[in-house]
């Protein structure tokens, strides 16, 4: 394994770089894979997915991720990594970190080792560890190796810089998911950049929006505001919260079945119009609304929450029965459209269990589900709604609660009222 000479080191930040520095699944999943055939694109996803919900490995799903790469030039691959577009303000926020006197390190399970000490290069970063991917003749042969890829691998590539003065370094970690747990139990600050539910459960702070609301935290300058509530925000929520007019809908014109057929179909569309954006190309108006609704750290990534937030409204029209399926529906509308705009707006009442809500979001998200509600249901069974829906908004769980608010919800009042 290759490292780049650091010298000494006081103040050490190490960066994940998949979902921090470059966009997530991006490079691998969409710019390698787009150009080796749609099988292996299939098989691909199939295996990070596996990942995602827990019954792969790391080892394994890379492992069989790049068998399926066997026989691609190596040069191509950095070629691709070169051109990837980094996420928005990474360069000022390496920039400010080096004019503040700390070193940088680059861990990942995920970029070749080569192609990290060009992102280095490129960055100004000091350190780097990656994969270890086997070569013939300039092809790859479908193996990888590295310490990166073992259960708390990353966590001995941080204890290699660290040495044995580890006690007398400043150690940041900056970090997305669960992959990463291991170095945030080596470093004295712990960042959770648009984190996945452990992370961020783990993390000192969780950062939402763009990567140089890590700054202020890290050096100790400025304030800590975070993001504000921006156009694209306010267009994004205000989509969000319309949801709320498909009860109505559903009440005079549309039946809720053929609702939840509409939605399927668009929500389709809308998934054919995000893989085509990440191949280069665009789907007319749906593309521009996409663009238009997306910070622009999401953009350059696969924007998932739309899909939760459909899939979560079609289950409810179609388990629930009517008005608390309804009902549930004002939960996820307006209860958690209207919180983050006043988390975002108001920021008081940091939520120590989960650090990315304020209790000024959750009490927002009762109000405005209790007043919805109403439109549907007894004040009673709307303060019930609003109660579960906040708690449910509040916990740090581990899938979006674009899907779990109004299904808790409707679960839990079909119960009350069953009893």
């Known amino acids: 394994m290759q490292w780049l000479e650091l010298g000494t080191v006081s103040k050490l930040v190490v960066f994940d770089v998949e979902g921090v520095l470059i966009p997530k699944a991006r490079f691998l999943l969409f710019e390698v894979f787009s150009r080796v055939g749609l099988k292996k694109f299939v098989k691909a996803a199939t295996y990070g997915l596996l990942y995602w919900i827990g019954l792969l ?33 990474v360069g000022k926020v390496f920039s400010e970190l080096k004019a503040n006197g700390f070193k940088i390190a680059l861990i990942s ?3 070749p080792q080569e192609g990290l000490k060009m992102l280095a290069e490129r960055l100004g970063a000091d350190y780097v560890s990656g994969l270890e991917i086997s070569i013939s003749e300039g092809l790859l042969t479908g193996e990888i190796s590295g310490d990166v890829l073992e259960p708390g691998g990353k966590a001995f590539a941080l204890r290699r810089i660290l040495g044995e003065d580890s006690a007398s370094i400043s150690c940041v970690v ?10 945030f139990e080596g470093c004295n600050l712990r960042i959770a950049y ?31 505001e975070g993001s504000q509530i921006t156009r694209r925000l306010l267009l994004r929520k205000l989509i969000h919260i319309g949801g709320f007019l498909i009860p109505f809908a559903c009440i005079s014109i549309i039946p809720p079945a053929f609702m939840a057929l509409i939605i399927f179909s668009i929500t389709l569309l809308y998934l054919a119009s995000e893989t085509l954006r990440m191949l280069s190309r665009e789907l007319p108006i749906i593309s521009h609304i996409t663009q238009a609704a997306s910070e622009r750290y999401e953009y350059e990534e696969y924007v998932t929450a739309p899909v939760f937030y459909a ?3 079609i289950i409810t029209l179609l388990i629930f029965p009517n008005p608390l399926g ?20 108001i920021k008081m009442g940091r939520n120590k269990l989960n650090k990315s809500k304020t209790l000024t979001g959750s009490a927002t998200f009762f109000i405005a589900t209790f007043i919805g509600s109403l439109a549907f249901v007894d004040p ?23 899907l779990t608010i109004h299904i808790s919800v409707g679960s839990l009042l079909h119960i009350l009222h069953s009893i």
Request: glycine share 10%; proline share 6%.
């Open 57 to 89: 490995s790391l080892n394994e799903a890379s492992s069989r991720i790049f068998k399926l790469l066997k026989g691609f030039p190596y040069s191509k691959l950095l070629t691709l990594l070169n051109d990837l577009p980094l996420m928005p303000t």
């Open 109 to 111: 399970s995920g970029i």
């Open 174 to 183: 900056v970090a997305d998911d669960r992959n990463n747990a291991s170095l």
């Open 194 to 224: 648009n984190p996945d539910f452990l992370l961020g459960f783990k993390a000192d702070y969780v950062v939402k929006g763009e990567l140089e609301e890590i700054l202020p935290i890290i050096t100790g300058k400025g304030g800590r």
């Open 311 to 313: 899939f979560g409204i």
């Open 326 to 345: 309804y009902t549930a529906i004002a939960a996820l509308t307006l209860g958690d459209g209207f919180a983050s705009l006043a988390g975002k707006g």
């Open 380 to 402: 009673l069974t709307a303060f019930y709604a609003s109660f579960i829906g906040m708690i449910v908004e509040l916990l740090p769980l581990p899938i979006n609660d674009n």
